[in-house]
Structures are given as C-alpha cells and as structure tokens.
C-alpha cells in the first residue's frame, strides 16, 4: 500500500501561483508513475500531469507552458508548480501513484492510477 498526502493548495488571484506537494509514505516502490489530477463538483476526474521515476512528463494541454510537474525519488515527493493560475483552474487536486511507467503520448486516465490522495483545494479568482 501507499499513502499520498497533499499539501500547498489555497486561494490566489487570476494570475497567481501556487506549488502543491505530496508526500508518499508506505510501500513507495510502488510509484513509478505519479500524478496530478482534478476534479470539480459533478464533473469526471481529470488529468493535469504526471511524471514517471525517469523525469518524463506530460501535461493536460489546458495547462501546458503554465504548470510544472517534477518529483523527488529521494524524498518520495511530487510536486506542481502552477503559475498563472486561472479561474477555471479552481478545483479539487488530488496525488496518485502507480506502479506502472506513465506512458509518453497523454497522462494517464484516472482508472489506470492504484493509489490516490484525500486532495487539496485550490482557487483562483477573477
């Protein structure tokens, strides 16, 4: 098992930044890929952006050139660095890890991640 906690989301100005972080505790072997995903209410879990344990990435295109994505295999930490925060950016953001490799073309659909945090909220306003 792995547990991933999320920390660092709050509320910023359109325009604003904002750096999430998970942590992942437990069987940490386990995180090959890990990612960033959101979800408002009523609508279906997205994908922002993931990273494999060799540094790739992919990004939702919603967010390319204003989010980064980057991890640490040696503290078992992910993070988002989002700038430009825009409102429609304003969502639940949760961390999920999976054994597999991420896959190169699109971040991974939601079903395929094994592991998922409680999340944090994250706002942007206009």
């Known amino acids: 098992q792995v547990q991933l906690v999320e920390l660092g989301g709050g509320s910023v100005q359109a325009g604003g930044s904002l750096r999430l972080s998970c942590a992942a505790s437990?069987?940490?072997?386990?995180?090959?890929?890990m990612g960033w995903y959101r979800q408002a209410p009523g609508k279906e879990r997205e994908g922002v952006a993931a990273?494999?344990?060799?540094?790739?990435?992919t990004y939702a295109d919603s967010v390319k050139g204003r989010f980064t994505v980057s991890r640490d295999n040696a503290k078992n930490s992910l993070f988002l660095l989002m700038n430009n925060l825009k409102p429609e950016d304003s969502d639940m953001y949760y961390c999920?890890?999976?054994?597999?490799?991420?896959?190169?073309?699109?971040?991974?659909?939601?079903?395929?991640?094994?592991?998922w945090g409680h999340g944090t909220q994250v706002t942007a306003s206009s």
């Open positions: 999920a890890a999976n054994p597999d490799v991420c896959g190169a073309d699109r971040v991974p659909y939601p079903a395929s991640l094994a592991y």
């Open positions: 437990g069987y940490t072997h386990s995180t090959g890929c």
């Open positions: 990273i494999d344990s060799h540094g790739g990435t």
